[in-house]
């Protein structure tokens, strides 16, 4: 073969490995969720709400800022957790607990929560649960009413703690 000939032959290699490469890059990119939702799992992010009267509000660009965020309520029965998080260009509002295995924490995965104790996972737009322990996909994250005011999620108090007992309750 001719040095022209090689030259020819290792130029088409190396452009059909550029060639691979560049698919590869695509499809890593483009395979992150199919659906919308965030490609990696998302930890929360604790936050401290601002008590105010019978409200209390968490600031709107921190949780859109971490994605998934967390917050605990002082309750006449002791610390509830609470989760905040954007999903979908949603921002959502839930109770934080997973009854059976204590846990009071979930990461937010694709299109799923994920308790970070016991891995049950929850569909974030639904709070449903979806596979891993079976008693605890049957306490579904109930969601808690908020609105948007001067850059603040803020929910009332009794609203949050109706979405806690609606979890405790197997919402």
Same mark, same amino acid.
């Given at each position: 073969?001719?040095?022209? =000939?090689?030259?020819?032959?290792?130029?088409?290699?190396?452009?059909?490995?550029?060639?691979?490469?560049?698919?590869?890059?695509?499809?890593?990119?483009?395979?992150?969720?199919?659906?919308?939702?965030?490609?990696?799992?998302?930890?929360?992010?604790?936050?401290?709400?601002?008590?105010? =009267?019978?409200?209390?509000?968490?600031?709107?660009?921190?949780?859109?800022?971490?994605?998934?965020?967390?917050?605990?309520?002082?309750?006449?029965?002791?610390?509830?957790?609470?989760?905040?998080?954007?999903?979908?260009?949603?921002?959502?509002?839930?109770?934080?607990?997973?009854?059976?295995?204590?846990?009071?924490?979930?990461?937010?995965?694709?299109?799923?929560?994920?308790?970070?104790?016991?891995?049950?996972?929850?569909?974030?737009?639904?709070?449903?649960?979806?596979?891993?322990?079976?008693?605890?996909?049957?306490?579904?994250?109930?969601?808690?009413?908020?609105?948007?005011?001067?850059?603040?999620?803020?929910?009332?108090?009794?609203?949050?703690?109706?979405?806690?007992?609606?979890?405790?309750?197997?919402?």
């Amino acid at each position: 073969m001719s040095k022209n =000939g090689r030259t020819a032959k290792l130029g088409m290699s190396i452009a059909a490995v550029a060639l691979l490469a560049v698919v590869g890059l695509v499809v890593v990119s483009c395979g992150s969720s199919g659906s919308g939702g965030p490609s990696g799992r998302i930890r929360p992010v604790l936050l401290t709400a601002t008590v105010q =009267g019978d409200s209390l509000s968490v600031p709107l660009n921190r949780v859109q800022g971490a994605t998934n965020t967390r917050f605990v309520v002082s309750t006449p029965s002791g610390q509830e957790s609470f989760m905040a998080y954007v999903y979908k260009g949603q921002t959502y509002v839930r109770a934080s607990i997973c009854v059976p295995c204590g846990g009071q924490s979930y990461s937010l995965q694709g299109n799923n929560l994920v308790c970070d104790t016991c891995g049950t996972v929850f569909d974030a737009a639904t709070g449903k649960g979806k596979s891993g322990v079976p008693a605890c996909q049957t306490y579904g994250k109930a969601s808690a009413p908020f609105q948007v005011v001067d850059g603040n999620i803020v929910m009332k108090n009794a609203d949050l703690l109706a979405a806690f007992q609606r979890t405790l309750d197997r919402s």
